[in-house]
């Protein structure tokens, strides 16, 4: 799951969970704490060998935490699917393009408009998927030519399943 904590997003597994001991992976590194709750919404955390005591307070919709650990307060929101779609969805205007194109969520792809060696400029339809009951057309960020398309009509995904390759135009 994807949890922001102000303006920073991080990946976080739950990889084991025995009693009190928990293993998680925060983008790639591996944490092994104590945690017990003290009280309803009141924690007791040990993590190298320092013990802490946080409170967390779940906010509207049950996706938004507000935590108080040290005398700081931190806001937290768990990022699912939907969350994190919209956040793509957002990121326009002065995006950059990145050289690969993965889906954000599980989807079905319902057309593809480009095939291998199309050049294409920004803000162009590359191809339409279907998530949530909701179709989206995926736009190119910049100039480029397509490199590779490893997707077809009708085809299934999985979330971050790389669907394209891109050469951008300062590259052609």
Avoid: W
């Amino acid at each position: 799951m994807e949890i922001q904590i102000g303006n920073k997003i991080q990946q976080v597994t739950l990889l084991s969970k025995d009693g009190n001991n928990v293993s998680i992976d925060i983008d790639g590194e591996v944490y092994n704490v104590d945690v017990a709750m003290l009280q309803n919404g009141i924690y007791s955390i040990i993590y190298g060998g320092n013990s802490y005591k946080a409170e967390l307070t779940k906010g509207e919709g049950g996706k938004h935490y507000t935590a108080n650990v040290n005398y700081s307060t931190y806001q937290i929101d768990m990022l699912d699917s939907q969350a994190k779609y919209m956040r793509m969805r957002k990121k326009k205007g002065n995006a950059v393009q990145a050289d690969t194109i993965t889906v954000p969520m599980p989807c079905k792809i319902v057309k593809v408009y480009v095939k291998a060696g199309d050049k294409v400029k920004a803000g162009d339809t590359l191809f339409t998927m279907e998530a949530m009951k909701m179709q989206s057309n995926y736009k190119v960020a910049s100039d480029c030519k397509i490199k590779e398309v490893l997707i077809q009509d009708g085809d299934t995904m999985k979330a971050n399943d790389l669907v394209m390759k891109l050469e951008m135009a300062s590259e052609n």
